[in-house]
């Protein structure tokens, strides 16, 4: 099971939950990954935790003031991408265009969706993995997992019909262990969560509890 930690622009110490990552990953059978602000990437890619960024541009080296180059999140320390994230909607175009980015600087990548035909499409694309985050329950502590589990089947089912070796992420509401059992048994091989790790009173233990039962 793979958890990715998207710590968004959350008034947390990167640093901190970076090394509670590390130190939980190597404890578990799961992987762990952390995904700072673009800012922190090289402080947390040094910690010895997996880093990712938050978001690539479709662009190469050139002039895009202001824009989000895959070699220089690289060069930083991470070793993959959100792309599309519900909080940084791009057209498809675009998301086709940041895939092919990421691919060109060799990072992994996960494209979110909202729902199981856009699944499809993101998955149409080529990515290393998909995941769906219906956007309501994002930051509720609402699991999607319980919540909606026939939208987390939908998906992986709209992903296997498209492209069988793009793996199946869910995210929206994950913030226990038995939210991250309840998606495994939906079929997902992975989870991203934000606050329920990023804005924890003791980060180290809000991750021992979310691997814990698998």
Not at 35 to 58: K, L, S
Not at 69 to 82: I, K, P, Q, W
Not at 180 to 189: H, I, S
Request: aromatic content about 2%; charged content about 20%.
């Amino acid at each position: 099971m793979f958890v990715l930690v998207n710590l968004k622009t959350y008034p947390c110490d990167p640093v901190a939950v970076a090394e509670a990552v590390r130190d939980v990953d190597e404890s578990t059978d799961a992987r762990l990954a952390v995904a700072p602000q673009a800012a922190h990437i090289e402080r947390v890619a040094e910690t010895g935790a997996e880093t990712w960024a938050q978001h690539v541009d479709p662009i190469e080296h050139g002039s895009n003031t202001g824009h989000t180059l895959a070699e220089s999140v690289v060069d930083a320390g991470a070793v993959g991408t959100l792309i599309n994230h519900s909080e940084q909607r791009l057209k498809l175009a675009d998301i086709d265009g940041s895939v092919r980015a990421a691919e060109r600087a060799d990072l992994e990548t996960v494209v979110c969706a909202n729902n199981a035909e856009q699944i499809g499409a993101a998955a149409a694309l080529g990515p290393d993995a998909v995941a769906v985050e219906p956007p309501e329950l994002i930051g509720t502590g609402t699991p999607v997992s319980q919540a909606d589990p026939d939208i987390v089947e939908d998906a992986v089912e709209a992903a296997a019909n498209v492209d069988s070796e793009v793996s199946v992420l869910c995210g929206a509401g994950i913030s226990t262990g038995d939210d991250v059992v309840a998606a495994g048994d939906l079929g997902v091989e992975g989870v991203l969560l934000a606050s329920g790790v990023a804005k924890a009173d003791d980060p180290q233990a809000a991750l021992e509890d979310l691997v814990e039962p698998l």
